[in-house]
């Protein structure tokens, strides 16, 4: 399958600063993976494979990994921002399980001349699922053991949102994963609410 070949019902968002939230946020009403053309959306928009890749292979199998490293991810990041989770089996189990993940080989990227004459970025061989899942499982083991990354870790305070998002904003004042969706509904809710009470 080629990336965009399959459209989905939505379009991915990357807004959490890090592949492995990104990946963690799909799990929200309207991000969800719900088919493998959602999948290979995500992987091209989170830049896990160059433009133009074909992802020939991706199946259910590619749905179920990535789903379940989403719920492993989702437990170590909640469980490592609270301090409660990081004691339990469960968290342990995923911690084992991520690492797991995380010891396959990643895709090999290599320099190849584009039709204009100029370097592109290519894969030396088709990358299979193990391998796109490895690089997520490396950048959450990065992040779970960077002290200053694991510190910037906040959860969204729009209104039913629960995504989790790496700030790195100036003074570390960022209050919504995206100013531009949650932001944005936040200052029309107060604009409504404001409008409601010179109304009153």
Excluded at 146 to 152: G, I, K, Q, S, T
């Amino acid at each position: 399958m080629a990336l965009g070949s399959a459209p989905s019902a939505h379009e991915p968002r990357f807004d959490a600063g890090r592949v492995c939230l990104d990946l963690l946020a799909t799990s929200y009403p309207g991000e969800r993976l719900d088919g493998v053309g959602a999948l290979c959306a995500w992987i091209g928009g989170a830049g896990l494979v160059p433009g133009g890749t074909a992802l020939g292979p991706a199946d259910d199998s590619w749905l179920t990994g990535f789903r379940e490293l989403r719920g492993h991810v989702g437990l170590l990041v909640r469980g490592t921002r609270d301090g409660t989770g990081a004691q339990t089996p469960a968290y342990g189990r995923a911690l084992a399980r991520v690492n797991e993940v995380a010891r396959a080989a990643t895709p090999v990227p290599r320099a190849v001349r584009g039709e204009d004459g100029r370097l592109v970025r290519e894969l030396a061989g088709p990358p299979g699922c193990a391998a796109l899942l490895a690089v997520v499982a490396r950048d959450a083991v990065e992040l779970l053991t960077d002290p200053v990354a694991r510190a910037a870790l906040r959860e969204c305070e729009g209104d039913d949102c629960p995504l989790v998002y790496l700030d790195t904003s100036r003074g570390r004042r960022r209050r919504w994963c995206s100013s531009e969706v949650c932001g944005n509904r936040e200052r029309v809710a107060r604009h409504r609410r404001r409008a409601a009470l010179a109304r009153a």
